[in-house]
């Protein structure tokens, strides 16, 4: 049986998405939403008839808020393993994260320091140090690869199907992502390097990624997430 995405909105919209990579064994939750979320997860998860401990595994594509900021809170309800990129080990212990805006919305929304509140901080469980972790062992046909450009440590879950979970490594919408024109790619609010963004979302492609679930907005399709690597290059 191939493994199915439910999408978990944490906010309305398409705003900001987690999600649950649902196969035979049980599931993977990918990102955990802002500080408080574990009601919104728990429903999710009562909808797909599924309960905490069926959650085998928490991947966090990375250490900013609006996705690390239940991990602490549901790696407790859930006793599952958490998986994040070593290299974002600093952001999801803690530590003010680097911000480049990307767009006025981005500088406005840094001037409310949301994104630069503290949360609780989050050790990992399984700690990825190289290029890929293969999810074999834990009974899911996918592998999370080191992906950065947004962070450096941001990491997409890519299936064998070709569904890829890839956090923000690109977004859509409009304002912090979503709401309207979902179909056309967009930075998300913040990005620490666009080039390395461009090279992950390529490899991504060239691994046979064709549908890309994304925190903010999404999803896009191959061709608008060619266009947008193209476009990151020639910043
Ligand atoms: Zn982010
Ligand atoms: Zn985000």
Redesign the pocket.
């Known amino acids: 049986m191939q493994t199915r995405i439910k999408t978990i909105p944490i906010l309305p919209f398409g705003m900001l998405n987690a999600f649950l990579a649902i196969g035979p064994g049980g599931a993977i939750l990918v990102d955990t939403g802002l500080p408080g979320s574990t009601r919104l997860i728990s429903r999710a998860l009562e909808a797909a008839e599924l309960g905490w401990r069926d959650i085998k595994l928490i991947v966090l594509t ?1 250490g ?1 808020i ?2 690390a900021g239940s991990a602490a809170d549901i790696r407790r309800l859930t006793g599952a393993p958490v998986l994040y990129h070593t290299l974002e080990m600093r952001y999801c212990m803690g530590e003010r994260p680097v911000l480049h805006p990307t767009r006025l919305f981005g500088r406005l929304f840094l001037m409310t320091g949301a994104i630069e509140r503290p949360f609780p901080p989050v050790t990992a469980d399984i700690q990825m140090q190289g290029e890929s972790f293969d999810l074999k062992t834990l009974g899911f046909a996918g592998t999370v690869w080191h992906t950065p450009g ?2 450096p440590g941001s990491v997409s879950l890519l299936l064998s199907g070709g569904d890829v979970l890839a ?2 490594l690109a977004a859509s919408g409009i304002l912090l992502g979503g709401i309207a024109l979902l179909d056309r790619p967009e930075r ?1 609010p ?1 990005e620490e390097h666009p080039h390395i963004a461009a090279r992950s979302l390529e490899e991504l492609l060239s691994m046979g990624a064709k549908r890309f679930y994304l ?1 903010h907005g999404g999803p896009l399709g191959v061709e608008p997430i060619a266009r947008h690597a193209a476009r990151l290059k020639r910043l």
Request: aromatic fraction near 10%; hydrophobic fraction near 10%; avoid cysteine.
């Open positions: 990375h900013h609006d996705h947004h962070t956090g923000d998300p913040f925190g």
